[in-house]
């Protein structure tokens, strides 16, 4: 159980353009979803909290209207970089809370490349 | 604010040889603490996890023992493999906060020579 899915796991896309990233828990509802960026051999850095039904909640520092969340239902929140960039290349990754729990799954991760 | 410390790495062993990757922790209230496995080009998979003091969490040969007197939960494995080699992320979810909004250390790199 507690299964995350990421789609796409990875997308070449060139500067401009805009590319959206689904995660779904497969089998849990999850009001609280987390999406992270991981730069090549460091830690992940929080981006932004999403709830389902409402607006998310960004880190300091995390453009809100480049990185466009939604969390429309229990089980699927939606990441847009928008206009992406070379410098927007990075690997995605997000992971939900069980109702009620305090533990996280992970999502297998999205490589996002801008050409 | 809460943080998580872990040893730098990489942390390179022999196959069977005795591992610990050490990680302390501050809180502010009563955390779950957590490790994480991220094997290469992967995300992040739950390895264990300890809910309160003493607790011990063990999967796959993996043992961390929630120590509040030291706020410690270090990483123990008896004789590690070739296929542990991965980065594993120590980690806090603080209840108290109510948010749950996790913790992460900076990852430690395993790196296990045959």
């Known amino acids: 159980g507690a299964v995350v899915s990421q789609h796409p796991s990875w997308v070449i896309c060139k500067s401009g353009t805009s590319v959206k990233i689904e995660c779904r828990s497969l089998d849990f509802q999850a009001t609280t979803m987390f999406w992270y960026r991981q730069f090549p051999k460091q830690s992940l850095m929080l981006m932004a909290t999403s709830n389902e039904g409402s607006k998310a909640t960004y880190e300091q520092g995390v453009e809100k209207d480049k990185f466009l969340i939604n969390h429309a239902s229990l089980t699927l929140s939606t990441l847009t970089v928008t206009s992406a960039h070379p410098e927007d290349s990075s690997f995605y990754i997000c992971s939900a809370r069980v109702m009620g729990g305090d533990t996280q799954y992970f999502g297998p991760g999205t490589r996002l490349t801008v050409l | 604010g809460n943080s998580v410390t872990q040893m730098e790495g990489p942390v390179t062993l022999s196959e069977e040889a005795f591992l610990t990757i050490n990680c302390t922790y501050t809180?502010?209230?009563?955390?779950?603490l957590f490790w994480y496995v991220q094997y290469p080009g992967e995300g992040l998979q739950l390895l264990l996890k300890a809910t309160k003091a003493d607790d011990k969490g063990s999967n796959k040969g993996f043992e961390a023992t929630y120590r509040k007197e030291t706020t410690s939960f270090h990483l123990e494995k008896g004789s590690v493999q070739v296929s542990d080699s991965a980065v594993y992320f120590c980690a806090l979810s603080d209840r108290a906060g109510g948010s749950y909004i996790p913790t992460f250390g900076r990852g430690t790199s395993l790196i296990v020579h045959p």
């Open positions: 809180a502010t209230g009563y955390p779950s």
